[in-house]
C-alpha cells in the first residue's frame, strides 16, 4: 500500500482536460510544498513535470500543472494529446524521518 | 547535460548483496550541491524511493529499507553506489538511479537496471 492515493485510472478525449489526485496527510503532501509529479510511458523512466506543487522545469509544456489544497495535491494536464497517455506519480516529501513518499500511480488514457 | 547509468549484476541470490553502480556523465558529481537518489520499481508495479546521499556524503534512507541500505559516494570514478544486503525475492525490480539539484524532485533519471533475486 502505497503512502499516497492516486486513483488507479483516468481518461479524457483529445483537447480535454484531465485532473489526477493525490492524497496524502499533514504528515507529508498537507506539511509541506514538495510535492512533485512524473510521467512514465511503458518501458522508459520516468520523467519530472512538477516540482515543488507547481513549478514546470524546463521543456515541460505548459499544458501541465500542479497544485494542492489541504492534504490534496492535483496534476492537471488541459488540451490532452495521444502522446499524454501514460502513468503518472507523485511523491511528496515527508519530513526528516519518512524523506520521499510516492503514490500508487495512475494510468492516463487518451481515449 | 547529466547523465546516469545504472551497472550491476541482473541476478541476485537470496540472502546475498545487490550491488549497482550509477555513472555520472556530462558533469562531476562531486561539483555543486546534489542530492544523488536511488529509486526502484517492480515489475507492474509503483515507484519506491530507496534513499539519497548528498555531495556531502550525508545520507537519507526509506525507513523500511534503512538496515539494509548503504548509498555511498566514488568521486574518482564520477560514480554512486547502491548496497542492499539479505535480498528476497521482493527485492526483484528496476532499479534507477536520480538526481536533482538539491530540491525534493528526480530531475534526472538513468534508464534502469532489472535485478532479479532468485537461487
Known amino acids: 500500500q502505497s503512502a499516497l492515493t492516486q486513483p488507479r485510472s483516468v481518461s479524457g478525449s483529445p483537447g480535454q482536460s484531465v485532473t489526477i489526485s493525490c492524497t496524502g496527510t499533514s504528515s507529508d503532501v498537507g506539511g509541506y510544498n514538495y510535492v512533485s509529479w512524473y510521467q512514465q510511458h511503458p518501458g522508459k523512466a520516468p520523467k519530472l513535470m512538477i516540482y515543488d506543487v507547481s513549478k514546470r522545469p524546463s521543456g515541460v509544456p505548459d499544458r501541465f500543472s500542479g497544485s494542492k489544497s489541504g492534504n490534496t495535491a492535483s496534476l492537471t494536464i488541459s488540451g490532452l494529446q495521444a502522446e499524454d497517455e501514460a502513468d503518472y506519480y507523485c511523491?511528496?516529501?515527508?519530513?526528516?524521518?519518512?524523506?520521499?513518499?510516492f503514490g500508487g500511480g495512475t494510468k492516463l488514457t487518451v481515449l | 547535460q547529466v547523465q546516469l547509468q545504472e551497472s550491476g549484476p541482473g541476478l541476485v541470490k537470496p540472502s546475498q548483496t545487490l550491488s549497482l553502480t550509477c555513472t555520472v556523465s556530462?558533469?562531476?558529481?562531486?561539483?555543486?550541491?546534489?542530492?544523488w537518489s536511488w529509486i526502484r520499481q517492480p515489475a507492474g508495479k509503483g515507484l519506491e524511493w530507496i534513499g539519497r546521499?548528498?555531495?556531502?556524503?550525508?545520507?537519507n534512507y526509506n525507513p523500511s529499507l534503512k538496515s539494509r541500505v548503504t548509498i555511498s559516494v566514488d568521486t574518482s570514478k564520477n560514480q554512486f553506489s547502491l548496497k542492499l544486503s539479505s535480498v528476497t525475492a521482493a527485492d526483484t525490480a528496476v532499479y534507477y538511479c536520480?538526481?536533482?539539484?538539491?530540491?525534493?524532485?528526480?530531475?534526472?533519471w538513468g534508464q534502469g537496471t532489472m535485478v532479479t533475486v532468485s537461487s
Open positions: 536520480a538526481s536533482s539539484p538539491l530540491r525534493y524532485a528526480f530531475d534526472i
Open positions: 511523491c511528496s516529501y515527508a519530513g526528516s524521518y519518512t524523506f520521499d513518499v
Open positions: 556530462g558533469g562531476s558529481i562531486s561539483s555543486g550541491s546534489y542530492y
Open positions: 546521499i548528498y555531495t556531502s556524503g550525508s545520507t
